[in-house]
């Protein structure tokens, strides 16, 4: 089971931290990744980490403004959101699966998603 956390409303060009924990151990051999679905958009893949060495892969609408990191200890992933845009605005949802992809399918958990508002 996979939970999300940290959204909320920030202003164009701020910052948000998003978490996503599970309620069990991540597999060593897992990818962690975060999609968005905006209000009338279809969901897209954000961002995703290789629990098993932390390799990192970015969408290329936030490369250089978001970054996703891991959490052995609290068994955590987050993804740090700088200089924010309104078309940032979206329902942020986890998902962990046997891969790193783009796509949703080989997904195996998700969770219910934390919604992220920015305003101009």
């Known amino acids: 089971q996979l939970v999300e956390s940290g959204g909320g409303l920030v202003m164009a060009g701020g910052s948000l931290r998003l978490s996503c924990a599970a309620s069990?151990?991540?597999?060593?051999?897992?990818?962690i990744s975060w999609f968005r679905q905006g209000p009338g958009k279809e969901r897209e893949w954000v961002a995703g980490?290789?629990?098993?060495?932390?390799?990192?892969y970015y969408a290329d609408f936030v490369k250089g403004r978001f970054a996703i990191s891991k959490d052995n200890a609290d068994n955590a992933v987050h993804l740090q959101m700088n200089r924010l845009k309104v078309e940032d605005t979206a329902v942020y949802y986890c998902?962990?699966?046997?891969?790193?992809?783009?796509?949703?399918?080989?997904?195996?958990?998700w969770g219910p998603g934390t919604l992220v508002t920015v305003s101009s």
């Open positions: 998902a962990a699966g046997p891969l790193v992809s783009s796509r949703a399918d080989p997904y195996e958990y």
């Open positions: 069990g151990r991540f597999s060593i051999d897992y990818g």
């Open positions: 980490i290789r629990w098993s060495g932390g390799v990192t």
